[in-house]
Nanobody
Framework: VQLQASGGGLAQAGGSLRLSCAAS????????LGWYRQAPGKQREMVAT???????NYADSVKGRFIISQSRNNNTAYLQMNNLQPSDTAVYYC?????????????WGQGTQVTVSS
């Protein structure tokens, strides 16, 4: 199973960016997808997750600004990031819980840098 992240880059404060996270390989069922982020000198934190049934969790810091959605047909989740702030600057990691047979494991994709300038 591979998680491929795309999107990110540089934005000005108040701007928008969109991230994608696609699961591929021996995927039985994608139970959940989402993003975590890690800023320099800080611990990795959950940003947003969405599960197979569409149940969503957001970090308090992004509620009302970020929107997560998914396409179950192609095992992809999207994170629309609006009204970006310099505090959103971090490496964003694609995350997923994937079931293969009777086993469900956690997978991580490569990080993608998001930089927000003031």
């Amino acid at each position: 199973v591979q998680l491929q992240a795309s999107g990110g880059g540089l934005a000005q404060a108040g701007g928008s960016l969109r991230l994608s996270c696609a699961a591929s390989g021996r995927v039985g069922r994608v139970n959940a997808l989402g993003w975590y982020r890690q800023a320099p000198g800080k611990q990795r934190e959950m940003v947003a997750t969405i599960n197979f049934d569409g149940i969503i969790n957001y970090a308090d810091s992004v509620k009302g600004r970020f929107i997560i959605s998914q396409s179950r047909n192609n095992n992809t989740a999207y994170l629309q990031m609006n009204n970006l702030q310099p505090s959103d600057t971090a490496v964003y990691y694609c995350w997923g819980r994937v079931r293969i047979g009777l086993r469900s494991d956690t997978y991580w994709g490569q990080g993608t840098q998001v930089t927000v300038s003031s």
